[in-house]
């Protein structure tokens, strides 16, 4: 069972699935795609995977939500920071695990095409965070969600960034928190001196690197994180989701039970996966 690329989308802590997926898929099969291309959480999950620290990246962030913290805090107010802790707490969690040597890994590893949804230079981040996320709400009452476009109607722009070209840890920290911008849970992007929203505003899953491949015939793995909604097909294309529901909240900061759920059903599907083939119908 081969692919030549792999396609991770965003669903915020509903992506430990996709680590518990991948997990277990690759003990089982090899999995050595040309490239990978990720948006928002799926960003995170792909780079912990691909750097070979998954287990102490989960172990981490497990433990950090087992002390049951609460995703607010008003004190911060008075610091003039914002009370929505999650962004401050991701910033952390992702400079204390991927260092010098993590970088190096993710170079050595097949390429990971990181998408970001750029601004136009005429507008703000705060405006097109506004406008971007309230159109995504609206386009969520109006279709069944499944593939997720509104940024582009306001002229945000996909941009990638690979992880062979990222110079330190530090870009890679703002590239994992710029494709996981979503205000005010997480703060404005910035990369490289420009601003950045959540990668999956413009296109959540990340089809469109993958349709670029696949009319040449390369064929292309894409892991959803959605139960039960099956994004677009297409020749050429496999598409794995979840086999049962996944309740835990995007933005959690203390719902242990639900991260590491997400992660096990994810283990569960994974070795399923191997285990069928492509002549067997995609878990979903």
């Known amino acids: 069972m081969s692919f030549d690329a792999v396609g991770l989308a965003g669903g915020g802590n509903r992506c430990y699935w996709q680590s518990g997926f991948l997990k277990a898929f690759s003990e089982h099969q090899p999995l050595n795609p040309r490239f990978y291309v990720s948006l928002s959480a799926g960003a995170y ?16 962030a497990f433990a950090f939500a087992e002390k049951g913290h609460r995703g607010v805090d008003w004190k911060a107010l008075r610091r003039r920071e914002s009370p929505l802790v999650v962004g401050s707490l991701f910033r952390q969690l992702l400079a204390s695990e991927f260092g010098e040597a993590e970088l190096v890994a993710l170079k050595a590893a097949p390429p990971m095409l990181i ?5 136009p230079d005429w507008m703000p981040g705060a405006l ?17 969600g499944t ?24 870009e890679l920290v703002d590239a ?8 005010p849970f997480m703060p404005v992007g910035r990369l490289r001196g420009r601003a950045y929203l959540d990668g999956g505003l413009v296109d959540n899953p990340p089809l469109i690197k993958l349709k670029e491949v696949e009319s040449k015939g390369w064929r292309t793995l894409l892991l959803s994180t ?16 979840p086999s049962e529901d996944i309740p835990v909240s995007k933005f959690a900061v203390g719902d242990a039970a639900g991260i590491r759920h997400a992660y096990e059903v994810g283990l569960r599907d994974g070795r399923a996966f191997a285990r069928m083939g492509l002549s067997a119908d995609p878990v979903q």
């Open 147 to 170: 593939h997720s476009r509104a940024g582009l109607r306001l002229r945000l722009r996909p941009t990638w960034i690979s992880t062979h070209n990222l110079n330190y840890p530090g």
């Open 176 to 183: 994992l928190m710029a494709t996981s911008s979503v205000p």
């Open 226 to 241: 959605r139960f039960g909604r099956t994004p677009p097909q297409a020749p050429n294309r496999i598409v794995v989701g």
């Open 115 to 119: 998408q970001l949804s750029g601004l």
């Open 128 to 144: 097109g965070a506004l406008g971007s996320i309230g159109a995504y709400q609206i386009e969520k009452l109006l279709t069944d």
């Open 45 to 60: 999950h792909g780079a912990m995977f691909l750097a070979g620290v998954g287990d102490r990246v989960r172990e981490s």
